[in-house]
């Protein structure tokens, strides 16, 4: 089957011409010649931009999403790219109206119509694992139902299985593959990617991040109704907005996109540092603005979490990082045995900074990050730097927030504008305000803990006097079973010394 799956993904890129945007790199031309020679037949007319959209949206959702995560980084595509690629963000192609009315009506065991007032023929978006269509409770409610592809776990398992028979090709292939852990990544990707097609799980995912800011001046999530969601069905709150993408809109509604942009930096450290909870595949297509300014979050498949210790780890290297304090960055790294134990600090440290000094004090519009990417692949090479599997989201992630800050505000600066929000985060973590919250968060236990502390406290003093009769007791238990076992041994040294004399008396006679 995985073969049959490679010989799709091959056939589909030789269809779409995917071939000539790689052969375009060779600057002889030699290679484009020759390949034009094999396949003379064919003479692609849409724009490469066009193809490559195309290609993905044949070959399934996880190509899809791919192809999502590259649209929001213009700064490594070329325009034309980038456009046709942000289209996959709301525009891949719904299945018909039909399967989906017959999926709900399996689900709820009734028609459509009676479980819904109203409900929508038309989807108002189609993603790579599901499309939702609006409707209305019996109640009056508006809500917007969200319906899982059919057949799509069977596609998803074919893709993924080609993508771990590939990283452990590359693992055998490739020396740097140990480094770089290509089927740990594959397998964390593929974790969440399953999670994504439960979509009771996804419900119990928006729930959170909306407890999590249900006080929120900055971002709005949506309320689910668990009595009409299930595993291939979820319902929610109909939440009304324009696409981020829109920028023109946005503008003509009066909305401040610098503010904008900086809100959605703290939107992420927050659900990062805070929460330890994150929505983690935020790109144009599942984010909309509010009318009052809000960001409003949707799509919730996939969100990322972390341990306290991955966000202690991180805080720090944030930290170190925006203030320069690129030895304590190295330091970081070893400690947490993401470089080798015998690596020299002063050359990672020298390595980091001739990195990272380029992109400081500069807007987004004025940093390539393209050239910093391979910068910083070229120093993790050097270094045998280990990828961290359950941090790929957050890199991800990361990515998708630099993207959308690049299109509303190309002047942010990126770091000036984290750092007040982790200077806080630390403090609140370990200067006074963390001893007064463990106090609160202990306070409970110690009112249960208080009435018995007399009690407690005398046992603890009898416990060593106890603990020596005991001893006692033991040791003198010791002494009967030794005594006893000696004179068991003495009565059967006499018997065997007895018998020894009689049979020598017997030979002697």
């Given at each position: 089957?995985?073969?049959f799956?490679?010989a799709?993904?091959?056939?589909v890129a030789?269809?779409?011409?995917l ?8 600057p ?5 010649r020759l390949?034009?020679?094999?396949f003379f037949?064919?003479?692609?007319t849409?724009?490469?931009g066009?193809r ?8 399934g ?5 791919f192809g999502?995560?590259?649209?929001t980084r213009r700064d ?7 456009d046709e690629?942000a ?6 192609p719904?299945f018909p ?11 709820y065991?009734r028609?459509v119509d009676d ?6 023929r ?17 109640n ?8 899982l592809?059919?057949?799509i776990?069977r596609?998803?398992a074919?893709d993924?299985a080609?993508m771990d ?8 292939l490739w020396?740097?593959?140990r480094?770089?852990?290509?089927r740990?990544?594959?397998?964390e990707?593929s ?5 994504e ?7 119990a995912n928006?729930s ?5 800011f249900?006080?929120s001046?900055?971002l ?10 299930g595993?291939?069905?979820m319902?929610m ?6 696409p ?9 509604q009066?909305?401040?996109l610098?503010q904008?942009s ?11 540092f805070?929460?330890g909870f ?14 009052d ?6 799509d ?12 202690n780890?991180l805080a720090?290297?944030f930290?170190?990082?925006f203030k ?12 947490a045995?993401w470089v ?7 050359e990672?440290e020298?390595?980091?900074?001739a990195?990272c ?5 500069r807007?987004l ?7 910093t990417l391979?910068r910083?692949?070229q120093t993790?090479r050097?270094f045998e730097m280990?990828?961290?599997p359950?941090l790929?989201l ?10 959308l ?10 770091w ?7 200077e806080?985060w ?23 803990t ?10 603890a003093l009898l ?5 020596l009769s005991e001893?006692r007791?033991?040791l003198?238990?010791?002494?009967t079973?030794q005594?006893?076992q000696?004179r ?10 007895g018998l020894?004399?009689l ?5 002697a006679?």
């Amino acid at each position: 089957m995985r073969l049959f799956r490679l010989a799709k993904i091959i056939t589909v890129a030789l269809r779409f011409g995917l071939d000539q945007m790689v052969l375009d790199a060779d600057p002889s031309g030699r290679l484009m010649r020759l390949w034009h020679a094999v396949f003379f037949w064919r003479h692609p007319t849409e724009p490469r931009g066009v193809r490559l959209r195309r290609a993905l949206e044949s070959l399934g959702p996880i190509f899809v999403k791919f192809g999502q995560m590259l649209s929001t980084r213009r700064d490594l595509l070329p325009p034309d790219l980038a456009d046709e690629l942000a289209l996959l963000q709301d525009r891949v192609p719904p299945f018909p109206t039909e399967e989906a009315l017959q999926l709900l009506e399996n689900f709820y065991g009734r028609p459509v119509d009676d479980v819904f007032v109203d409900f929508e023929r038309t989807p108002v978006a189609s993603a790579s694992v599901a499309q939702v269509h609006f409707a209305k409770l019996p109640n009056g409610t508006d809500v917007a139902v969200k319906i899982l592809r059919p057949g799509i776990q069977r596609v998803i398992a074919h893709d993924l299985a080609l993508m771990d028979s590939a990283a452990a090709l590359l693992g055998r292939l490739w020396p740097e593959a140990r480094r770089l852990k290509p089927r740990e990544v594959v397998a964390e990707f593929s974790k969440y990617l399953n999670d994504e097609l439960d979509l009771m799980r996804e419900a119990a995912n928006c729930s959170q991040l909306r407890r999590n800011f249900i006080d929120s001046k900055l971002l709005v999530v949506p309320e689910v109704y668990w009595d009409w969601c299930g595993k291939t069905v979820m319902v929610m709150e109909r939440m009304r907005g324009v696409p981020i993408s829109q920028l023109a809109t946005l503008r003509e509604q009066g909305v401040d996109l610098k503010q904008l942009s900086r809100a959605g930096v703290e939107i992420f450290f927050t659900q990062v540092f805070r929460d330890g909870f994150f929505h983690a595949d935020m790109h144009p297509g599942n984010i909309f603005v509010h009318q009052d300014g809000r960001y409003i979050a949707l799509d919730f498949g996939i969100v990322g979490t972390l341990r306290e210790v991955d966000k202690n780890y991180l805080a720090q290297n944030f930290l170190a990082f925006f203030k320069r304090d690129y030895n304590r960055v190295a330091r970081a790294h070893i400690e947490a045995g993401w470089v080798p134990a015998h690596t020299r600090v002063d050359e990672f440290e020298s390595a980091i900074r001739a990195v990272c000094e380029p992109i400081f004090d500069r807007p987004l519009k004025d940093i390539s990050f393209g050239k910093t990417l391979l910068r910083l692949f070229q120093t993790a090479r050097r270094f045998e730097m280990e990828v961290q599997p359950q941090l790929v989201l957050l890199q991800k992630t990361l990515l998708n927030i630099e993207g959308l800050g690049r299109q509303l505000d190309p002047e942010l600066d990126l770091w000036k504008t984290a750092k007040p929000f982790l200077e806080r985060w630390m403090d609140e973590r370990m200067g006074w305000r963390a001893v007064l919250r463990g106090v609160r968060e202990e306070a409970p236990a110690w009112a249960g803990t208080l009435p018995q502390l007399p009690r407690l406290v005398h046992r603890a003093l009898l416990a060593p006097e106890q603990q020596l009769s005991e001893q006692r007791e033991v040791l003198m238990r010791v002494d009967t079973a030794q005594r006893r076992q000696g004179r068991i041994l003495t009565v059967v040294s006499v018997l065997f010394a007895g018998l020894v004399a009689l049979e020598l008396y017997r030979l002697a006679g």
